[in-house]
């Protein structure tokens, strides 16, 4: 009986010792590789917002110490000619979203493994020398990208960004 109890005890132990599936924890070589991008959410005092329209078109590429991003609103019209006009010219300023840079890993949250990327070159002269901070997970072929509040270039509101892609490579 004392060694039936005993075993109990360990099997008790030993299964609230191991994380649950929902409790996996990301690292960094999952993160690493080449992202479609599936959507792009901007969650303001409990209102979703999609500034690149619900359907954007894009990828995000992850290597192990760099990170690139490149969004557009896959509605935008297309040009009349390969010169923008200057209204052409905003319109793709307002649709569009890139940038690059650095990036270092944290520690390991319930919403993800963070990461901060400190953004050297960007399509929004506002970003570059700024950090952008994610925390990301990966579950089967998904990576889900989640940020605290930032401003939004393409809109300048500050939203808290909810990244949902798949694996490309």
């Given amino acids: 009986?004392?060694?039936?109890?005993?075993?109990?005890?360990?099997?008790?132990?030993?299964?609230?010792?191991?994380?649950?599936?929902?409790?996996?924890?990301?690292?960094?070589?999952?993160?690493?590789?080449?992202?479609?991008?599936l959507s792009l959410k901007g969650l303001t005092a409990g209102l979703v917002k999609y500034a690149l329209g619900e359907q954007p078109a894009g990828f995000v590429t992850i290597t192990a110490?760099?990170?690139?991003?490149?969004?557009?609103?896959?509605?935008?019209?297309?040009?009349?000619?390969?010169?923008?006009?200057?209204?052409?010219?905003?319109a793709a300023m307002k649709t569009s979203v890139a940038?690059?840079?650095?990036?270092?890993?944290?520690?390991?949250s319930p919403d993800g493994l963070k990461a901060t990327a400190r953004v050297d070159t960007a399509s929004s002269p506002a970003?570059?020398?700024?950090?952008?901070?994610?925390?990301?997970?990966?579950?089967?072929?998904?990576?889900?990208?989640?940020?605290?509040?930032?401003i939004e270039p393409m809109t300048g509101i500050t939203s808290a960004l909810v990244i949902e892609l798949a694996k490309a490579d």
Avoid: C, H
């Fill in 99 to 108: 940038w690059t840079g650095r990036y270092t890993i944290g520690e390991q």
């Fill in 1 to 37: 009986m004392k060694k039936l109890l005993i075993a109990t005890v360990a099997v008790v132990l030993l299964a609230t010792s191991l994380p649950s599936y929902t409790e996996q924890t990301t690292t960094k070589n999952q993160i690493i590789g080449t992202w479609k991008v």
């Fill in 127 to 150: 970003l570059p020398g700024t950090d952008r901070v994610y925390f990301m997970k990966v579950e089967g072929g998904k990576l889900t990208m989640k940020s605290p509040g930032v």
């Fill in 65 to 90: 110490t760099w990170i690139w991003l490149l969004f557009v609103d896959s509605r935008r019209a297309a040009p009349t000619s390969a010169a923008l006009t200057d209204a052409e010219a905003v």
